[in-house]
Each structure stands twice: as C-alpha cells, then as structure tokens.
C-alpha cells in the first residue's frame, strides 16, 4: 500500500551560507563562500561563480566593497529566525534541515573555544524549532569552511583540517545533543568532485598534485573527518541519528546500445561511491579501480580502513533534482561524475534552469538505493527553481512549483508501496534564499517569499506563495491530498 508512515518527517531545507546572512555580527568569521560573487551574465552564457580560482580569491579580497557578495546577505535568517520558525511551524513542518556555520563558532577554525554569541544564536534556534513541535536536522558542515583555512592549507587538502573539523563537531555533538536528534555530517559530499572551490575550499591550482588526485585526496579527508564524526556519535550521542549526504544524479542510457549502458553503469557508480564507503564502511572496487586507471594515488590516512569500517551511517541522505542521459559516443561522452550534463532526454520537460523535471527518476533512484543499502533514506534537498513574481496583492501565484512537488511527493509515495524505506521530505529553500549555482535571489525555491533582489535591495519581508497553503494541506493530511 502506498501511504507515508506516521512518523514521516515533513519539512524544508536551508543553509547557513545562503540563508542566515549576519556575516559580520556576533564574532562570525568569513567563510570561504563569502568570497564567491554574484556574477551577472546572460541566459546563454555559462558563468558559474561558484568556480572560484587563486586569481578571482585575490581579487575579491582586494576589492571587497566593490562587489556583491550576496552569500554574506543571505535572507537575514539571523534576525528573522524567530519569525521564520513561526511561518514553518503554521504550514506544520515536522523537522527544519538547517546548517550550523563552523565559522560563527570557531571564527579561524583553529579557536580552542567557541563563540559565546554563535553558540547562543543555535541554542536560540533550537528552542524556537522545538516550541512549534518541529525537530532540527542539523548539517553540521554545508559546504562552507572558514576561509582562513582555505587560504593557509588549501581547505580539505590537508589533513590538518580533519583535526580541526571534528573539534568542531564534538563541541556540536557535546552542547547541542540533547536539542537534535538528527544530523548530516556533510553536505553532498561528492560536489567536490564537480566545484573544488565550492565543495572543499580548495584550490587545485596550488597543489603540487595531478588536479584529480588532489580532489580525491580531500574528498578522502572528508570521508574520515565524517567517519570519525560518526564514531563520537556513537560514544557520546548514541540516541542521535546521523546520516551522510551526495548529490544524486539518476543516470540513463542515451540509447539501448550496450556500449552506453556501460557508461551509464560506470557513472552511476563514480555517483554512488560516497555513499558506498559512508553506508558499508569501505572503498568499493569500481572506484579503486577508476583510481589506478586514472592514476590517483591517495595518501591513505593512517588506519583508515578501521575509521571507514566503524564509522558507518545511520540513514543515506540524497538531494534530487533531475536525471541525465549517457552516451559512450566520443561525441556525446561527458567526463565521469559531471553534475550538468549537456543530452537532452527527449522524454521529459526542462525548467527554467534547463535541469530536467523527472520524478520517474526519483522512485526509481529510492529503489535502487532501497536495495543498495537497506537503510532508511532521506530526500533533504528537492524543489523547483523559478522566476517568482509578487502581485500587487502581496501574492504569489506559483502553480507550477505544486505541479512539481505534487509530483516528485506522488513518485515518493509509490516508492514506498514498492517497499521503499523513506523516512522524510525536506524541500529545498523553503523560504527563498541565495541560490548556490548563480549567487542570486530571482533564482527562488520557496514556499515563502522574501523581498530581496539579487543585489541585495528591498525590505526582507516575508509572504506567503499559493504553495505555502498548498504545502500546509499535504502535511495536514499526511500526503493523503496531494
């Protein structure tokens, strides 16, 4: 039977380097996000401002006044929180996804001690979730890092940064244990792999590696600081669950050639692999093998084997978006674990953002993972980006986004009655916030619509869209009215 359990969580997803803003108060350092800006460019063009190089970092820094660095405004979450909690508790949510910024604890990321006022600020938080009935799930890490480590070791490059990392997540686990139940250690933790900058602050240019080893060697770093997170769970916190994060990316064959069902395999495979080593605690084959191909060699930290193996998961954590189509042709190939693929499917409707609108692809990636893993999955990130436009009224009339919500919930609901363990829904950017890929506002996901342009005008007032009411029902009735 095809029906949400009870327990389902219901809610909605944020960051803090998109959406909390107050980068300059309460003893917050920079993170390394606040050096991306908010590049204009045409609807053709290909400019993604996320890639940030040694030469742009330099730049930023020198001319901070001059740009826009709309990662450091946000949506004002850190003076609007107690008024966005209550909007969040009126639709019902049932759990908040939200991230800590490791840098209004630990400013550098080297303090002994944490920030009294950023550890206030979270409590605070916390307190305002629990008071309208909603559990936080907590990204302790969602991409951002304190700068200073980016500039002084090349961010997850060095190893040094795992020992900074998990002082940063035992303090969390230690203060806020009692007041979160559940956790992520990283956000798409694969994502280093398609932006080195954006996912591990790092910059592949200073490294005296081959520019893949280097990624792999700081997706390896995180991979332990993750596990070893995981291991002070279970000794400190053993009534938490904590789960792991990739972006996932369904794969088909452009064609039934079986040429490009094997590439189509061997992608869905470099997508999985994260969550492989996180769920079953070792380095699979495939991609030990990609690694002597390619010639990677790892620096393999010390006992890492033993920190994998014990350092597993409680629940796999996926954000989807759409699927991609796979062709062995020379001419059609795309390099292994690229993010944005450049074949049409023919089969389904494209956004406005040109991502494929495919929640086919959703069941059937919750029965792959279902049977992969045999645990419970979660879908943190999932939603539809648009132009949303506010009426005279106050009023946002954004149909489409239920159109596609209604649909992405339906294919959830029939993956469950295929015997799919799900255990909650967390739409992306529930209320409007900075979009990562593009650093702008016009690019919204929300339920709730803040009144902010992408340089960073207007009062950061907060409306209610048709889908806020419509989100309300479904939760309402336990995705019985979709």
């Known amino acids: 039977m095809s029906e949400f359990q009870k327990d389902f969580l219901w809610g909605g997803a944020t960051s803090s380097s998109q959406f909390e803003g107050g980068y300059n108060e309460g003893g917050r350092g920079l993170s390394h996000m606040d050096y991306i800006r908010r590049v204009e460019k045409s609807d053709k063009e290909k400019v993604f401002p996320i890639n940030v190089t040694p030469e742009m970092f330099e730049e930023h820094k020198q001319k901070e006044d001059e740009y826009n660095f709309a990662f450091r405004r946000g949506s004002d979450f850190y003076h609007h929180y107690k008024e966005d909690i209550a909007l969040l508790g009126e639709m019902g949510f049932k759990t908040f996804r939200m991230s800590i910024a490791w840098s209004r604890l630990f400013p550098t990321g080297l303090e002994e001690e944490p920030c009294e006022d950023g550890v206030k600020f979270y409590h605070n938080v916390f307190k305002e979730c629990h008071k309208y009935g909603i559990e936080p799930l907590v990204t302790m890490i969602h991409y951002d890092i304190p700068v200073y480590l980016t500039e002084t070791l090349n961010g997850w490059e060095s190893p040094k940064v795992i020992d900074y990392f998990v002082h940063y997540t035992k303090f969390l686990i230690d203060e806020y244990k ?103 605690g070792y380095y699979p084959n495939s991609i030990l093998n990609y690694y002597r191909k390619k010639g990677i060699e790892i620096e393999w930290y010390t006992n890492y084997e033993e920190i994998l193996k014990e350092g597993t998961v409680d629940f796999a954590a996926i954000s989807y978006y759409h699927t991609a189509a796979i062709s062995a042709d020379p001419d059609k190939a795309e390099p292994i674990g690229a993010f944005i693929r450049n074949l049409e499917n023919p089969y389904i409707d494209i956004t406005g953002w040109g991502w494929g609108i495919d929640p086919t692809g959703l069941r059937i990636s919750l029965n792959d993972m279902n049977d992969r893993y045999g645990i419970p999955i979660f879908i943190v990130e999932n939603g539809l980006a648009a132009r949303d436009i506010l009426t005279e009224n106050l009023e946002v009339h954004d149909t489409y986004r239920i159109d596609y919500m209604r649909a992405h919930l339906q294919a959830i609901k029939e993956a469950i009655g295929d015997g799919c363990s799900v255990m909650g829904y967390t739409s992306w950017g529930c209320i409007d916030l900075v979009s990562c890929g593009d650093c702008q506002m016009t690019k919204r996901y929300g339920f709730i619509y803040v009144d902010a342009d992408d340089e960073g005008n207007g009062t950061y007032k907060r409306y209610r869209k048709d889908s806020f009411h419509w989100y309300k029902k479904v939760i309402e009735t336990n995705g019985q009215e979709l």
């Open 178 to 280: 009692d007041e979160v139940k559940y956790w992520i250690t990283f956000n798409e933790i694969n994502m280093i792999m398609n932006s080195s900058y954006l996912g591990g602050g790092l910059f592949v240019e200073k490294s005296d590696k081959p520019e893949e080893t280097c990624i792999h060697q700081a997706l390896h770093h995180q991979l332990i600081a993750s596990a070893l997170t995981v291991n002070y769970f279970r000794e400190k916190a053993p009534k938490c669950q904590v789960g792991n994060m990739i972006a996932r990316l369904q794969n088909y064959p452009y064609t039934c050639k079986p040429a490009d069902v094997l590439a189509t395999q061997q992608q869905n495979q470099f997508n999985y692999f994260p969550t492989d080593i996180q769920v079953k």
